[in-house]
T-cell receptor, first 116, second 109 residues
Framework: DADVTQTPRNRITKTGKRIMLECSQT?????MYWYRQDPGLGLRLIYY???????NKGEISDGYSVSRQAQAKFSLSLESAIPNQTALYFC???????????????FGEGSRLTVL | GQQVMQIPQYQHVQEGEDFTTYCNSS?????IQWYKQRPGGHPVFLIQ?????EVKKQKRLTFQFGEAKKNSSLHITATQTTDVGTYFC?????????FGAGTILRVKS
């Protein structure tokens, strides 16, 4: 079984609908992240959380919200989806490594979202 | 804010040829990470470089971190079809990672 699990893996929805993408992990890591991938733009950080009571905006948080329900769960919501939110979304986890303020990221399989 | 630029965006090579992707940061980095994403897959961590001028090898892959810690490169010797995918570099901005746009590698057999 995957250490970082995302659901759903694929979703097609309509403009204006509310969408939730869920992420759960069994790695025991405190840090969790949501990234968005678009062709030619790489991976852009939406939100991140360093523990259950900690939520931080990334570089492209507008139009998104998150909830850290437990150490192992971090969900991403689109309150009113729009077509330019069509993308591949990745959840990731990390733990600190010695000598570094940013640990290796472990990514989920991805959730492909299409907004019509 | 900090930017991480990666070139080329795309490269198509003949199997057996070498491949290099370059990463440049607008600021000095404490470390740099490299990831590989196979087509249809998710990014997977390859390596982290921390020291100025550091060179690390993984079989046919050679990773370098510049002396000024503002640039890095990944070189693949004698590419194989299993090397296809997108290669990303990522540098820290505070306590989060900023990714380059990635280099897509295609290998013709």
């Amino acid at each position: 079984d995957a250490d970082v699990t995302q659901t759903p893996r694929n979703r097609i929805t309509k403009t204006g609908k509310r969408i939730m993408l869920e992420c759960s992990q069994t790695k025991g890591h405190d840090r969790m992240y949501w990234y968005r991938q678009d062709p030619g733009l790489g991976l852009r950080l939406i939100y991140y959380s360093f523990d259950v009571k900690d939520i931080n905006k990334g570089e492209i948080s507008d139009g998104y919200s998150v909830s850290r329900q437990a150490q192992a769960k971090f969900s991403l919501s689109l309150e009113s989806a729009i077509p330019n939110q069509t993308a591949l979304y990745f959840c990731a986890t990390s733990d600190l490594q010695g000598g570094s303020n940013t640990g290796e990221l472990f990514f989920g399989e991805g959730s492909r979202l299409t907004v019509l | 804010g900090q930017q991480v630029m990666q070139i080329p965006q795309y490269q198509h090579v003949q199997e057996g040829e070498d491949f290099t992707t370059y990463c440049n940061s607008s600021t000095t980095l404490s470390n740099i990470q490299w990831y590989k994403q196979r087509p249809g897959g998710h990014p997977v961590f390859l390596i982290q470089l921390v020291k100025s001028g550091e060179v690390k090898k993984q079989k046919r892959l050679t990773f370098q971190f510049g002396e000024a810690k503002k640039n890095s490169s990944l070189h693949i010797t004698a590419t194989q079809t299993t090397d296809v995918g997108t290669y990303f570099c990522a540098g820290p901005n505070g306590n989060k990672l900023v990714f380059g746009a990635g280099t897509i590698l295609r290998v013709k057999s």
